[in-house]
């Protein structure tokens, strides 16, 4: 490499994501493109990667970031720091969909190869509130599990934490509806009812190899969504196991459609009975809850605004 590609690239690793320790691949990585003659440097911690990166981007300096973890470390180096330089992925979660929809590796080698060739892909950004995310965003059951392997979270998260999350959804989730709307050509807001469970996907895959969306593009500009109606856990668990034969677009239950906003809001019922929050997820991670305005708690909110950002984030693949 010559002195005038000797720039910083900054590697932010997720010392807890997947079901094992990625570390020592995040340092072997460090230590390649040190030998390939980049200045990198490793950071473990987002406060400090932060710091650092912003640092070396008001100078200048940073050529590449690469995110260490899994969907949601992604997530997470998008919203810290934005997209002034490209990122690629050091695949390290337990889903890694980003990383396999991209068809990055996982040799440390290869990625420094990928980065001494530079071939960049742009990606639509995707805004929920005042969040950003690449892949999904979920409301309903699904989201419901993934809040509970985060709140029990103590180190690495392994297959058996979803299983186990699955178990404790089902005997406490009370499939909540939610009044969707949509944005459509014109900019206007149409109505799309009432349903129980909500996905706004980017790609057409979903954890555990799921196949939901199968038309979604990353870098088409519109969001596609997903709606299963079923208010009750026969229902839901119903309209899981088409998902999981592949019939769910079939299915009396199941609206399918194309746009560049979604606003979602939680039903309350006439009789002023609660039915408790429904909780959201980004990339695969729990975010938040929705409540009716009466329901409102410390993370609560009462409507999820999801749209197409219109802008991209560059992304070095192979």
């Known amino acids: 490499m010559n002195s005038s590609m000797q720039q910083h690239v900054l590697i932010a690793a997720n010392p807890r994501s997947g079901a094992t320790d990625g570390l020592p691949r995040a340092e072997k990585l460090c230590e390649l493109l040190r030998n390939d003659g980049w200045q990198a440097e490793l950071l473990t911690d987002l406060d400090a990667f932060e710091r650092r990166a912003k640092d070396l981007l008001s100078l200048g300096q940073l050529k590449?970031?690469?995110a260490g973890g899994g969907d949601g470390t992604v997530s997470t180096v998008?919203?810290?720091i934005g997209v002034q330089v490209p990122i690629t992925i050091l695949p390290m979660g337990s889903e890694n969909l980003l990383a396999k929809y991209l068809e990055i590796p996982r040799d440390p080698a290869m990625i420094v190869s990928m980065l001494r060739s530079g071939n960049v892909r742009e990606l639509d950004l995707v805004q929920a509130n005042q969040q950003l995310f690449l892949l999904m965003a979920s409301l309903g059951f699904d989201a419901e599990v993934v809040k509970y392997v985060h709140q029990s979270r103590r180190s690495h998260i392994t297959r058996w934490a979803y299983r186990?999350?699955?178990i404790q959804a089902l005997f406490q989730y009370r499939w909540p509806a939610m009044e969707i709307q949509s944005l459509d050509q014109d900019g206007c807001w149409v109505a799309q009812g009432r349903h129980h469970w909500v996905f706004a996907f980017n790609v057409p895959k979903y954890a555990a190899g799921l196949t939901l969306l199968p038309d979604a593009r990353i870098d088409d500009g519109l969001i596609d969504v997903g709606l299963f109606r079923g208010g009750s856990l026969f229902v839901g668990l119903w309209n899981y196991l088409l998902v999981a034969f592949g019939a769910h677009r079939k299915s009396s239950n199941w609206t399918e459609l194309k746009t560049?906003?979604?606003r979602i809001k939680l039903v309350r019922p006439a009789n002023g009975a609660g039915q408790g929050g429904v909780s959201y997820q980004l990339d695969g991670d729990w975010v938040g809850d929705l409540a009716a305005y009466d329901d409102l708690d410390g993370q609560?909110?009462?409507?999820l605004l999801i749209q197409s950002m219109g802008t991209r984030a560059k992304f070095i693949v192979p």
């Open 260 to 262: 560049k906003g979604l």
């Open 78 to 80: 998008i919203n810290r």
């Open 64 to 66: 590449a970031i690469v």
């Open 164 to 166: 186990w999350g699955i």
């Open 300 to 303: 609560a909110e009462d409507c």
